[in-house]
């Protein structure tokens, strides 16, 4: 220092304001007046070193430096030498990744073979409900030129075309029938299953039970109605539709036994008699396939085409007066 300044003591005291300590934070400077301070007396942030403001140091001279810490602890250095080889992998059960999968558990052919064949009951009680009605169609042609053939010839070719009718829908009317109730038998055994699972209940008659029920002659007239009412629920409408199919379905059997006992007669009006009464018999079969798979849309919730039923809500309506009263 120079002697003027060391003799003056206003200089002693101009150099000392020169030196500062600038604030990292807020970047204030603030005189050292004896030991340097620490923390900024505004914002509280750190404060640099001492710092002479006549003499203002380079940009490479700074009297910070910056300094980068890791906020992960440090690694600890690893084990010199081989690593130690631990227990052979081993899997106590299969894998679930790979390209090897394991096989699917195989489905029970009985119950998958009962429910394709409940899927076809719709379809083959359609079927027969046409065959019956061709076979009617058949018995009422034959039945129309026996009254022709009272005054006049028939020609051969209508006579072999009638009775070509007559034949395949005799022959294929018991075929197509034994279809629809062998299907109808294993509808009846999912249906029961179904709806007394949602009832939380155990279907009581096992699928053996319900075939002999609904296949066995004599048995088959009283046993189907039982079955059918026992999936009601309580549903007016759905019982008064099984007890319209019971009705036509004991006709059909009586008609059926009828027909037995007719064809005993040789007579020509016993002949002719018995060609009525077969196609009513089949006019009866053909309904009462159609009133079976309504019976069987019913339960299942849909109409006769198979589309959802609509639930139709019937709502009290205010008379005139009241409303115009209001």
Partial sequence: MPESERDDPGSAKIYQMSVVQVCARCASQWPVAGAPAQWCPRCHGVLLSPVDTRRPAPTSGRNFRWVARSPYPPVSHRRSGPPRLGPTPRYTQNPQW?????????????????????????????????????????????????????????????????????????????????????????????????????????????????????LVPGV???????????????????????????????????????????????SPQAQADGVVLAAVTALVAAATAVLTLYVMRRIDG???????????????????????AS
């Fill in 220 to 266: 088959n007239l009283v046993m189907p109605g039982v079955f059918a009412a026992e999936l009601a629920a309580g549903d007016s409408r759905t019982i008064a539709l099984i007890r319209v199919w019971w009705a036509s379905w004991v006709l059909g059997g009586i008609l059926v036994i009828a027909n037995l006992l007719w064809r005993e007669r040789d």
């Fill in 302 to 324: 849909r109409d006769l085409f198979g589309r959802p039923r609509r639930v139709t809500r019937w709502v009290i309506a205010p008379s005139p007066e009241k409303v115009a």
């Fill in 98 to 214: 790979g390209l090897l999968d394991p096989l699917p558990p195989k489905p029970d052919e009985r119950v998958g073979r009962v429910d394709v064949a409940a899927d076809l009951a719709p379809t083959l009680l359609g079927c027969a409900a046409v065959v019956f009605g061709m076979a009617a169609v058949a018995e009422m042609f034959r039945y129309g030129l026996l009254v022709f053939n009272r005054t006049r010839l028939v020609d051969q070719l209508t006579l072999g075309v009638s009775d070509a009718m007559v034949w395949a829908t005799q022959l294929s009317a018991p075929m197509v029938a034994l279809a629809a109730a062998v299907a109808s038998v294993c509808w009846l055994v999912v249906a029961r299953r179904r709806v007394l699972g949602e009832r939380g209940l155990a279907d009581p008659r096992s699928p053996r039970a319900l075939a002999v029920g609904v």
